[in-house]
Each structure stands twice: as structure tokens, then as C-alpha cells.
């Protein structure tokens, strides 16, 4: 049973493909017919079109023609009128021109009725149907010439609406390349507000670092002196126990160089007291030899009187001890005074080159137009004065 089904139902299926298929390639099929139809219904239409427009031209040209030779026609009559005595044929003429002029108003009045629908064909002549029918050729031709009159005026009109279009299509490319311009404008113009307002901010910090930093020459003595010559000189005094040169750039970058130079201050400070203590040390030594220098001849001459004196010998070698000491603690402290002296210069000269680079840090910032590039010099500098 279940093979059967599966049978059947696949059988259906393969009918409802095909079917569908069918169906698809006779919908595809009729479009196609429809669609050819329909282009040659177009070029008909384009060929009667044309073919009506080279009538109306033909029909046009005779027209001016024989308006051309009325108007040669007329001139002549007038000079002939103007010229010739009154005569029989000027009577002749007159007498025509007034039937024709009666003639076309019958015609009109005839043409008007079979428009209207008021006269019957078989009541009238022949002479007046050829006359009915030939007024009907010309109104025929006319309106011919004033369909071609007036599709060649819906051609130039459609030639003139396709070049405002032409323009309008070049107008909105130039107003959407200008709204290109204003969008990339606003976008740099957000990015210089930004760019404005981050400056503003290192300027704010700039201004507090100052403050900082002359609080702190107010409060560790310090004197700055700046030679401004040809060439960018700056000559820093410093004295060791009361004046030391310093400066220091301001930017936001360089907070480790503050450290740097308080750091600084501190050793100074540490190596200043080491120094006052060690001459403390040493004057102390030096009134205690001379104590003992003053000692020493009343010792020598106790011994002279009191030989025998074993306490006095003792003493007086406890005295020469000490006299040896004091002179190796003296030279000593005088062989620590001069590398201290000579570590002293040392790392004045150091510390000297370093304010040296940190002056010039700070006028070329001051100096620089571009100060985006000011973080990058603030950050090369660094580096350099860390290595």
C-alpha cells in the first residue's frame, strides 16, 4: 500500500511540474506576442504619422506657391487698373471678382449647413457638391498643414522640456556635490571644535603647571636667568646651598619630569645636610686636636719631671692613640669631603645639561605655530632626556 501511494503521489507531482511549466512558457509566449503586437501597432502609428507630416509639407509648399503667384497676380492688376483708362475688360474683372466673392459666400454658407447637418446631398447640384468638395480638400489640406505646423511645434517643445530636464539633472548634481562639501566642512569643522577645545583644556593645565611650578621656585629659592640672544641662549645660575637653577616645560605630558626635579631637590637637600654634618664633624675634630696638641707639651712635661709615674705614661700613650685617630678620622673625612666635592660637580653638571634641555623644551614650545606637533616634541624630549 505504501509503494502504491508513493507511486501516485510522485506521478502527481511530475504532472503538477510539468503543468506548471507549460503554464510558465505560455504566459512567456503571449507576452512576447503581446509585446510584438504592440511595437508593430508603434511603428504604424510612427509611418501614418510621418506620412501625414510629408503631406502636410508638400500641401504647405504648393500653398505658399500659389499665395506667391495671387500676390504676383494682384500687383499686376493694380498696376494694370492704375495704368489703363476704365474700359470694358476693368468692368469684366470687377464683375468676376464680385461672383467669386458671392460664390465663396455661398460656398461657406453651403459648407457650414453640410457641417451642421442641415442640408441633404441629393438636393443639391453637382456644381455645388464639386464646389462643397473642393472646399473640403482645401479645409482638408489646411487643418494637414496645421497638424504638421503643430507637431513640429510639439517637437521643439518636447526638445525644450528634454534640455530643462538636461539642466535640472546638472542642477541636482550640483546641489548634491554641494551638500558632499557641506557634510565633509561640518565634519572638519567638528573636528577643529574638538581639536579648539582640547587645546583649550592643555591650556588650562599648561597655566596650572606654571602655577605649580612658581610656587615651587617660591618655596626652594630658586632664580631663573634667560639671555635671550641670535641664537636661543640660556644662562642658569645656581648656587649650592641657597640658589639652583631650574625650569621645567609645560605640558601635560611631562608630569615624570616634575617628579624628576623634585626628586632632585630632595637629594640636593639629603647631600646638603650630609655636608653640614660631615664639616660639623670635622670641626669637632679638629678643636679636639687641638686639645690635644695643647695637652701634649704639658703631658711631655710631666713626663720630664715624673718618670717614675706609670699613670702618666699611660695616659700619655692614651693621648698619642688618640691623636692617631683623630688624624686618620681627619684625613678620612677630607678624602670624603673631596669625592663628595667631586660627586657634587658632577651631578651639577648633569643636572645642569638636563634644566639646559628643559629650558629649551619650554621657549620652542612657546615658539611653535602648529601646536598639534606639541605633544610629540614634548614626548621625543622625554625620551631622550630619560635615555
Same mark, same amino acid.
Given at each position: ?7 501516485r ?5 511530475d504532472?503538477s511540474?510539468?503543468?506548471?511549466i507549460?503554464?510558465?512558457i505560455?504566459?512567456?509566449?503571449t507576452?512576447e506576442?503581446?509585446?510584438g503586437d504592440?511595437a508593430?501597432?508603434?511603428e504604424?502609428?510612427l509611418?501614418q504619422q ?18 506667391a503667384?495671387?500676390?504676383d ?8 487698373f492704375?495704368t489703363?483708362?476704365?474700359s470694358t475688360?476693368?468692368?469684366k ?7 467669386s466673392i458671392i460664390g465663396?459666400?455661398?460656398h461657406s454658407?453651403?459648407?457650414e449647413k453640410?457641417l451642421n447637418g442641415d442640408i ?8 455645388d457638391l464639386?464646389?462643397?468638395?473642393s ?5 482638408y489640406?489646411s487643418?494637414m ?8 511645434e510639439k517637437?521643439?517643445l518636447?526638445?525644450e522640456v528634454?534640455?530643462y530636464?538636461?539642466r535640472l539633472?546638472e ?10 562639501q ?5 565634519k572638519e569643522f567638528d573636528?577643529q571644535?574638538?581639536?579648539?577645545i582640547d ?12 602655577i605649580?611650578?612658581?610656587k615651587?621656585i617660591?618655596e626652594?629659592?630658586?632664580?631663573i ?5 641670535p641664537?636661543y641662549?640660556?644662562i642658569?645660575?645656581?648656587e649650592?646651598h641657597?640658589?639652583?637653577?631650574f625650569l621645567?616645560s609645560?605640558?601635560?605630558i ?5 617628579e $624628576?626635579v623634585k626628586r632632585i631637590?630632595m /637629594?640636593? =637637600?639629603? #647631600?646638603? *645636610?650630609?655636608i653640614? $654634618?660631615?664639616k660639623l664633624?670635622l670641626? /669637632?675634630a =679638629?678643636n #679636639?686636636l *687641638?686639645i690635644?696638641?695643647?695637652k ?5 712635661d ?6 717614675s ?10 693621648l698619642?692613640?688618640q691623636?692617631?685617630d ?5 684625613q678620612?673625612?677630607?678624602a670624603d669631603?673631596?669625592?663628595l666635592?667631586?660627586?657634587k ?9 638636563h ?7 619650554w621657549?620652542?614650545?612657546e615658539?611653535?605655530?602648529s601646536?598639534?606637533?606639541?605633544r610629540q616634541?614634548y ?6 632626556l630619560m635615555?
Open positions: 500500500m505504501n509503494s502504491s501511494t508513493t507511486i503521489y510522485r506521478k502527481s507531482t504532472g511540474t510539468s503543468t506548471k507549460y503554464d510558465q505560455n504566459t512567456s509566449l507576452e506576442y503581446v509585446l504592440i508593430k501597432e508603434a504604424l502609428r509611418q510621418r506620412e501625414q507630416n510629408r503631406e502636410a509639407r508638400q500641401f504647405r509648399h504648393k500653398e505658399l506657391e500659389k499665395n503667384r495671387d500676390e497676380g494682384e500687383d499686376s492688376s493694380i498696376i494694370h492704375v489703363s483708362p476704365a475688360g476693368s468692368n474683372n470687377q464683375m468676376i471678382n464680385m461672383n465663396a459666400n455661398t454658407s453651403l459648407l453640410f441633404d446631398l441629393r438636393s443639391v447640384e453637382q456644381r464639386r464646389r462643397l468638395l472646399e473640403l480638400e482645401s479645409k489640406k487643418l498643414i496645421i497638424n504638421s505646423s503643430m507637431h513640429n517637437q521643439a518636447r526638445y528634454d534640455t530636464k538636461d539633472d542642477y541636482y548634481e550640483t546641489f548634491n556635490h554641494i551638500k558632499r557641506l557634510k565633509e566642512k561640518c573636528i571644535k574638538r581639536t579648539l587645546l583649550k583644556e592643555d591650556h588650562k593645565h599648561l597655566k596650572e603647571v606654571l605649580d611650578c612658581e615651587l617660591q626652594t629659592e630658586m632664580e636667568c634667560i639671555d635671550e640672544g641664537k641662549r640660556s642658569l645660575s645656581m649650592f641657597s640658589q639652583v637653577a621645567s609645560s605640558s601635560p611631562n608630569q615624570p619630569i616634575d $624628576k631637590l /637629594e640636593k =637637600r639629603e #647631600q646638603v *645636610e650630609q653640614n $654634618k660631615l664633624e670641626d /669637632e =679638629r #679636639q *687641638e690635644l696638641k695643647q701634649i707639651p704639658n703631658s711631655i710631666l713626663h720630664d719631671e715624673n718618670m709615674n706609670v699613670y702618666d705614661c699611660e695616659q700619655q700613650k692614651q698619642i692613640r691623636i692617631t683623630l688624624n686618620n678620622k681627619l678620612q673625612l677630607a669631603n673631596g669625592s666635592q667631586q660627586e660637580i658632577r651631578k651639577y653638571l648633569l643636572k645642569l645639561e634644566l639646559n634641555c628643559l629650558n629649551f623644551i621657549f620652542s614650545s615658539q611653535l605655530n601646536k598639534k606637533d606639541n616634541v614626548s621625543i624630549l622625554n625620551v631622550e635615555m
